[in-house]
DNA sequence: CTCATAGTTGGGCGATCGCCCAGGGCGAAC
DNA sequence: GTTCGCCCTGGGCGATCGCCCAACTATGAG
């Protein structure tokens, strides 16, 4: 088939994962029709089983995408950083967009909470967190930082949950969480 | 009316609101309807809106009753502990029960989600929140800790957090995150 | 006993759901 | 110029949705 045509499908298809990326957040994953994404995208309701097998196949991709994405420009917001206290001011900063309200915030917790109901989804989204707390477990044990491994757990959940309380709790910025979490970093030499 | 007829009523409410909190944990908020609700309630469909005003009135009170219970629960945990390395051990440990897959757990974090798109739901459990966020700060000041409103603040949120991953890394126990986040706990005299 | 009232029943309303599919458009291959 | 194959259209399928309501039961008040 044509160049054209072939392009034009691919764009089609990505509108789709885009407008699904925004309507998980706005709607809820489970409250996201085929028709509603049509129209977000700007295309024809058939098209969406046309491009994709079934909806949640579509919801899935949109998710794991974003997801694999965030977890690449952390990885090279670790490359960046130099000490401890610094990677964590970075990381809490670069948070700051995100209220817990925005669509990414939204969509992230919405796919952890899809994850416990589909054993796909589970697998793709806990290789993708493993993956990224292997990744700061490796930065934190080469900064000297005791217990890497669990360390870089907790820190991860405890910056999930911060985004998820921002939610409602918009004076949760990162200026007031930074000096207390900063607690969480505990060099060797150091004793909790 | 009569005792008996007013006794059933009300515990056919409540069967309803007991349904509510396991379909919102199992399907979603969104996913949850009133065929369905009724069906594990035991009762007629009509049921549902003959004693509540809408499906969302059912699922808000729902979750905001056993938001508080559980706000109860903590409240009475912080009373009984001395130390706050003892009160976060005892925090842990009772939450060592929730899975992140077990019912309570994702009641939490599915209402957090809706709250983001409900003005009345967001209100009562913004209140909720605010209410335990102040309960834990008043106790960690008593008890020594240093700016005892923002470490209340992130360490209900890094708890919410490791809830969320551990939906996904059940190796993320209590004996594996209470050394961590004890770091978070800083007395007057100590520097972070 | 009669009436009023609260609780209950089960089906019906229009809307929307995921998914499907017959058929049209259209550039590439020959 | 004909054929092929991919992209796309839009409506239809049965199921399910939230909500409603006329009719029925049961029980305390008069």
Avoid: C, K, N
């Amino acid at each position: 088939m044509a160049r054209t045509a072939a392009e034009r499908g691919r764009e089609v298809r990505q509108q789709l994962v885009g407008a699904a990326r925004e309507l998980i957040a706005e709607r809820g994953w489970s409250a996201v029709s085929t028709r509603m994404l049509a129209e977000r995208a700007g295309v024809a309701p058939g098209l969406v089983h046309y491009h994709f097998a079934s909806l949640p196949a579509l919801l899935t991709e949109a998710a794991i995408g974003a997801m694999r994405s965030a977890v690449e420009e952390i990885g090279q917001l670790l490359d960046q950083a130099g000490t401890p206290a610094q990677m964590l001011d970075r990381m809490l900063t670069a948070l700051e967009v995100h209220t817990g309200r925005d669509p990414l915030s939204l969509l992230f917790t919405e796919t952890y909470l899809a994850a416990t109901r589909d054993d796909d989804l589970r697998a793709a989204v806990s290789g993708i967190v493993v993956d990224l707390r292997d990744r700061l477990a490796r930065w934190l044990g080469g900064h000297g930082i005791s217990e890497p491994e669990r360390t870089a757990a907790v820190l991860a959940a405890a910056i999930d949950g911060v985004v998820l309380h921002r939610a409602l709790q918009p004076d949760l910025t990162a200026r007031t969480v930074a000096p207390i979490l900063r607690g969480i970093l505990r060099t060797e030499g150091e004793r909790g």
